[in-house]
């Protein structure tokens, strides 16, 4: 039975739709290079006669080429040992004393014995067939696995189809929508061949190169060049020929890697870097996909010298990162794909590189050093600080090193190893020692130079407690501290135009933790893939700390990445005071206005004030999530009582109109109350949602504040905020009551 008039809001949901898309691709064909269209009808076409070629060879035949051809094929140096010749040239370009000197293994296992045993114990486990992915998920690959299997925790026997990499639909395929092709891309990065390769260098035991070897024979075996999921993204490629590079230098000298299996495996590196310039999106959206391209084609022709269009490579490479990083990373430091996650990715990629054009007297511009330390600043800066950095936009999770011995949202590493390459000593706060993975990226002499830098022996800083305020205007985020809160206000736009593929619809979202650890967080990612409805939430307005209008977003999904418009959002100038510092933005909602100020009172408490201004009746929901683990003790009312581990608060959600306050907690029906700290994995956690439907003007206040102090609107303030009806809400004698810690 259809109801009356829902084939008319069905016309006009299409047509919304339609209008949006439309919206889209005039801004995209408005950044269209003049020579995309060339540029794609040539891929067409060279993909059709790979896929005709694929038809006719064998994986078999065409091993059997390359083996007719041997290394001299793709070398620039024909005669003596290939293979030899090959290594050489490899271990000479390396920074000194690295990983394939024992020395450095000798330090390493002194200076991080903890660090050391997890690495060879997460060895043993890959020899055992177990692979930790997405920093939380152990799964069972054995040493001569199907590399295709989807390797999803609930999707058993699937598998990914093995066509041309062309003609395989990988995002919600309609034929299988339960599959998300990122547990399998996860696996064929090959990260864990760093373990075992760092696990042979500590211990010497030659188990641990000969799984390695076993799992890339059974790849090489099984996977045709060109055929399958495994190529059907050029960053996965270029990840994994990161992988296969690094394993190549960790297990160079181990019996189990002899002479017939490194000449095939070279082949395939060749391959690999071969694969990667030919597809290069230069045509899509720049992004974190074009750099990190760049970045691993540039480290491979960098470190392999003898294949014949190296150079051309490495200048190509090179004149992409130059060009794309002052564009991703913006002049104050914040990520313009607005994801903290992708700013840790692209940073692996850098680091390294940076460090390894140094060391080959190679020039990377000036710009993107700059950009790459005002990031790690931009990341230091927000609370609870590097240690555990919030969570904003999209993240995968993914790494582009693979060593996993920190937490993912950690950035303490990064934060070290950027301090002694860009010689700025503030990226060390709250940097207790020189890290591992520090190490492994820097080696003695960085951890030598961090030390100096810090000037202490073991390297030791911390970040002086204390009152701050930190504007990033280009990105659109404000951040105040004092030596008990800290509040992180966004005000940024959705993403990278045309399509903003990161970003999530948070305008005007904020962020508090207190003491030291978080209360009020960012409900993460979920996933991308596989059912829909968890992409759909962990997007949307209503699964942030913001006000959705009539249960909408602030802008359009399109599809799983793209979005129909930006944001109209705008930041206006902080003011301070003796013993307050506010906090203003807005966003427009159509004929609708969310103005957001933020009152932050000095060790005190954090006061938000909220006004929708427009006309009509509308339902308003206004909602904020509590960090994993904290609890809500108790509720009379609008008043809440919160228990987080940086201690107990006191909340309070108050509006003219007596609306609704629920919690809640792995709700579906209304959805809400969820957290996803690594990609995949989403859990229950507790939501505090305000639900009202009133006539505008409307105004909201949310108050988190210690217990017992007061917290009261100060003087000085001006009174202005943002409308009459929150100045009635804060002179109403139930607030006045609880803001004086009654």
């Not at 100045?727 to 810690?741: E, N, T, V």
Request: aromatic share 10%; glycine share 10%.
């Amino acid at each position: 039975m259809i109801r009356p008039g829902a084939g008319v809001r069905l016309s006009l949901s299409s047509a919304a739709m339609n209008i949006d898309k439309a919206r889209y691709l005039f801004r995209r064909v408005q950044g269209l290079k003049p020579s995309e269209p060339y540029y794609r009808a040539a891929s067409k076409v060279r993909h059709w006669l790979e896929n005709r070629r694929l038809d006719a060879n064998t994986p078999q035949r065409v091993e059997a080429q390359w083996e007719a051809h041997g290394l001299n094929r793709i070398l620039r140096r024909g005669g003596g040992d290939p293979v030899a010749a090959v290594e050489r040239a490899l271990t000479e370009r390396l920074p000194g004393g690295w990983w394939h000197a024992n020395s450095f293994w000798e330090t390493f296992e002194k200076l991080y014995p903890v660090a050391a045993k997890d690495l060879t114990d997460r060895g043993e486990a890959v020899v055992a067939g177990c692979v930790k992915v997405f920093h939380w998920k152990e799964l069972n690959v054995p040493h001569t696995a199907s590399w295709s299997e989807t390797f999803e925790p609930s999707g058993e026997g699937l598998r990914w189809p093995g066509g041309h990499h062309s003609t395989i639909e990988f995002l919600h395929d309609p034929a299988a929508p339960e599959r998300d092709v990122k547990w399998c891309w996860e696996v064929n990065r090959f990260q864990h061949l760093l373990v075992l390769g760092a696990a042979w260098r500590i211990t010497g035991d030659e188990r641990f190169p000969h799984t390695a070897r076993v799992h890339l024979e059974s790849w090489m075996d099984r996977v045709p060049y060109k055929a399958g999921v495994q190529w059907a993204s050029n960053l996965e490629v270029g990840l994994r020929l990161l992988s296969w590079i690094r394993c190549h230098i960790l297990c160079m000298g181990s019996g189990a890697w002899d002479k017939d299996f490194t000449c095939r495996f070279i082949q395939w590196v060749y391959l690999h870097a071969d694969h990667l310039e030919r597809e290069l999106t230069v045509h899509h959206t720049e992004g974190n996909h074009l750099l990190g391209e760049a970045a691993a084609l540039f480290q491979a022709a960098a470190l392999y010298p003898l294949f014949s269009e190296s150079d051309r490579r490495r200048g190509r490479a090179l004149k992409i990162l130059n060009r794309l990083v002052p564009r991703l990373i913006l002049s104050d430091g914040v990520y313009a794909e607005q994801s903290t996650g992708y700013f840790r990715f692209v940073c692996e990629f850098l680091l390294p590189l940076i460090h390894l054009a140094r060391g080959q007297g190679i020039n990377v511009s000036e710009s993107v050093s700059d950009r790459v330390a005002a990031g790690l600043e931009f990341i230091g800066s927000l609370p609870p600080g590097p240690r555990d950095v919030p969570h904003i936009g999209d993240s995968d999770t993914g790494l582009a090193i693979g060593w996993q011995i920190s937490d993912y949202w950690d950035f303490r590493p990064l934060s070290a190893a950027g301090a002694v390459l860009f010689d700025r000593p503030s990226l060390c706060r709250d940097v207790d020692d020189f890290p591992a993975e520090s190490f492994l990226m820097l080696g003695p002499e960085g951890r030598k130079s961090f030390c100096a830098m810090a000037g202490k022996t073991n390297g030791s800083v911390r970040r002086t407690k204390g009152r701050g305020l930190s504007v990033f205007p280009v990105g659109g985020y404000v951040v105040t501290r004092d030596d008990r809160f800290g509040i992180v206000f966004d005000c940024g736009s959705l993403g990278i135009a045309p399509g903003f593929g990161h970003g999530h619809a948070d305008g005007l979202s904020f962020l508090i933790s207190y003491d030291g650890a978080p209360v009020v967080v960012d409900p993460g990612t979920g996933l991308y893939n596989g059912p829909p409805q968890w992409r759909t939430y962990f997007r949307s307005t209503t699964a942030h700390n913001t006000i959705a209008v009539d249960r909408g977003d602030q802008s359009s999904m399109l599809d799983t990445f793209r979005w129909s418009r930006p944001l109209k959002i705008s930041r206006e100038p902080e003011l301070e005071g003796k013993d307050w510092v506010l906090l203003r933005g807005s966003v427009r909602w159509g004929g609708l206005l969310h103005r957001r100020h933020i009152l932050h009172l000095i060790n005190s408490g954090v006061m938000v004030l909220d006004s929708v201004e427009g006309s009509g009746t509308h339902r308003l929901d206004l909602s904020f999530n509590l960090a994993p683990g904290c609890r809500v003790t108790g509720q009379s009312g609008p008043t809440l009582s919160v228990r987080c581990a940086g201690g107990d608060l006191d909340a309070i959600v108050l509006d003219a109109a007596g609306s609704d306050v629920a919690i809640l907690e792995g709700s579906t029906r209304p959805m809400g109350g969820w957290h996803s700290r690594y990609y995949g994995l989403i859990e229950p956690s507790v939501m505090v949602r305000m639900t009202v439907t009133t006539d505008l003007p409307a105004s909201f206040i949310t108050v988190f504040k210690v217990p017992g102090l007061s917290a009261g609107l100060p003087a000085e303030v001006p009174r202005d905020l943002p409308a009459q009806g929150c100045l009635d809400l804060i002179d109403s004698h139930r607030l006045a009551a609880f803001l004086a810690g009654h």
